[in-house]
C-alpha cells in the first residue's frame, strides 16, 4: 500500500485518542504520531538494501508486520504515553490496534508473497480470504506512477469512511449547567 490506508487508521485512532472534553480542532499531533505507528512496519524495505531476501523472517512483510511486532510497538507507545501524561490504557490500546492494523491490512492486497503475521510462533505467509486492495508498487517514483497513482485513489475510496470520521467538525458542547 501507498499509505493511504495506513494513515486512515492513523488519523482515526487519533480521534478516537481525543479526549472527550475536547470541544473543537483536530488532534494534529496524534494524528501524525498514530499514523507514523501506523506506517512504521514498511520501514523493513530496508531490507532490499540490505540485500535479505523477501520471504526471509525479517524481510519485507516479515517480523515487522506480525501481530507480536504491532503488541510490541503499542506496548512501547504506551510507555512513551506515561511519560507524556497522556491516558495510559486508552493510547496502548489504541497503538496496539493501528500497529497490528498495518499487517492485517497488507493481507488484503493483491500481490506480493503473504504477511508474516504469526511470527515469532510461524513464518508462514498469510492472505487475506478476500484480497480488494490493490499491492503499492515499491519506490517513490512508481507510486506516482499511473499504477500508484490508481492504487492510492483505490485506498481513498475504500477508506473514505474514516477519513470523513477524522475530519469531521466536532459540535461545540453546550454547559447545560441548572441553577436550582
Known amino acids: ?22 470541544r473543537t480542532g483536530f488532534p494534529a499531533l496524534a494524528m501524525i504520531a498514530y ?3 501506523s506506517l512504521l512496519p514498511d520501514a523493513d524495505v530496508v531490507a532490499f538494501t540490505l540485500d535479505i531476501p523477501y520471504g526471509a523472517p525479517f524481510g519485507h512483510r516479515g517480523a515487522s508486520h506480525s501481530i507480536a511486532a504491532g503488541l510490541v510497538l503499542g506496548l512501547l507507545a504506551g510507555l512513551l504515553a506515561r511519560l507524556w501524561h497522556q491516558p495510559w490504557g ?53 507510486v506516482l506512477s499511473e499504477w500508484g497513482l ?21 459540535r461545540a458542547r453546550r454547559r447545560t449547567d441548572r441553577v436550582a
Do not use: K, N
Not at 490508481?150 to 466536532?170: G, K, M, S
Open 1 to 22: 500500500m501507498p499509505g493511504l490506508g495506513h494513515i486512515a487508521i492513523g488519523v482515526a485512532a487519533a480521534r478516537l485518542h481525543a479526549r472527550p472534553e475536547a
Open 35 to 37: 499514523s507514523a505507528l
Open 90 to 142: 486508552r493510547t496502548t490500546l489504541l497503538a496496539c490496534l493501528v500497529a497490528t492494523s498495518h499487517g492485517v491490512l497488507d493481507a488484503f492486497t493483491d500481490g506480493g508473497h503473504g504477511i508474516a503475521l504469526l511470527w515469532p510462533l510461524s513464518e508462514a505467509p498469510y492472505f487475506g480470504p478476500w484480497r480488494p486492495i490493490p499491492v503499492s508498487p515499491i519506490g517513490s517514483s512508481a
Open 150 to 170: 490508481r492504487v492510492q485513489l483505490t485506498e481513498l475510496t475504500y477508506f473514505a469512511p474514516l477519513w470523513l470520521f477524522a475530519f469531521w467538525p466536532r
